[in-house]
């Protein structure tokens, strides 16, 4: 069973959602996703969080509908996001897409980042996705396959001290059993030549993200 994760920063081409969603899919929203979800008609299976973001008119219409909810005091040790994926854990979920991850505040955002990283989730598989982009993270010892079309931009940034022993696959700059240092951007803004590549990492903790269509598209720095 996959989950699928609305949080309540920005949700960029909210329309890709339905597009995303699967019948099966265990629907999750973290506090105020579940104002994304009421905007596109959609109702979650559960809500979770300390509902601070949500508004009474939207909180009412789930508990209207039946919605499980489970409510955590504001006083708490997780931010919402983390509880969504806890839960999605505990309902024996693997694959995780999570939107809305993304916002205005960095503190936020960062940490929502690197949840990704947390021990006590690495049984999950989870795709942040905000758009066009998406980010995923390797783990030593593994090996991690990513899809797109010709031309999509992937950066690899390491996140834990040295990535050591990164081979890539399918790329225009090719890694082969290299190391990419801690606040290195060597690994920025490769090239996608087919469908899709592959990239192995040795040891240590590697962000992986793609960026489908043309980058300058968005606001960036050179």
């Known amino acids: 069973m996959r989950a699928v994760i609305i ?84 309902r024996g979920c693997r694959d995780v897409w999570v939107l809305g991850a993304a916002g205005s505040r960095w503190d936020q955002t960062i940490a929502s980042f690197l949840l990704l990283a947390a021990q006590d989730l690495q049984a999950l598989d989870v795709r942040l996705v905000d758009g066009r982009q998406e980010l995923r993270l390797l783990r030593g010892g593994e090996s991690l396959d990513l899809h797109g079309d010709p031309g999509d931009t992937i950066s690899l940034i390491p996140l834990s001290g040295t990535a050591d022993g990164v081979i890539t696959q399918g790329l225009e700059y090719s890694l082969q059993d290299e190391d990419l240092p801690l606040g290195a951007t060597r690994g920025v803004s490769n090239v996608l030549l087919g469908e899709h590549a592959t990239i192995h990492l040795r040891r240590g903790l590697l962000l992986c993200t793609i960026l489908h269509g043309d980058p300058d598209s968005l606001d960036h720095l050179a």
């Open 7 to 90: 949080a309540g920063g920005r949700l960029s081409e909210p329309e890709y959602v339905r597009e995303l969603i699967l019948p099966e899919d265990l629907l999750i929203a973290a506090d105020g996703g579940a104002e994304y979800f009421r905007a596109l008609d959609l109702l979650p299976h559960i809500l979770v969080g300390d509902l601070d973001s949500i508004t009474p008119p939207t909180l009412a219409a789930l508990e209207a509908a039946g919605v499980e909810i489970l409510r955590y005091d504001i006083r708490k040790d997780f931010t919402d996001l983390e509880l969504a994926l806890r839960f999605a854990r505990d």
